[in-house]
């Protein structure tokens, strides 16, 4: 999904979906089936994802 990649997440395939994770922030990370079509559940966790890493990026904070 390419929203998890413009920002900056990493993939793996694992099974029938696709596991995204921050190399930064390893505990933020999301699934994406790997189907023709998107569930609304799957784009909803990666805005929740990608939300939670911009804002820990605005506190500066940094992991790994």
Do not use: C, W
């Amino acid at each position: 999904m390419r929203y998890y990649r413009v920002h900056g997440f990493e993939s793996r395939e694992g099974g029938n979906h696709t596991v995204f994770h921050h190399p930064r922030h390893p505990d933020i990370m999301g699934i994406v089936a790997r189907h023709a079509k998107l569930d609304a559940a799957y784009a909803k966790a990666a805005l929740r994802a990608v939300d939670k890493l911009l804002e820990r990026q605005s506190r500066g904070e940094t992991q790994r």
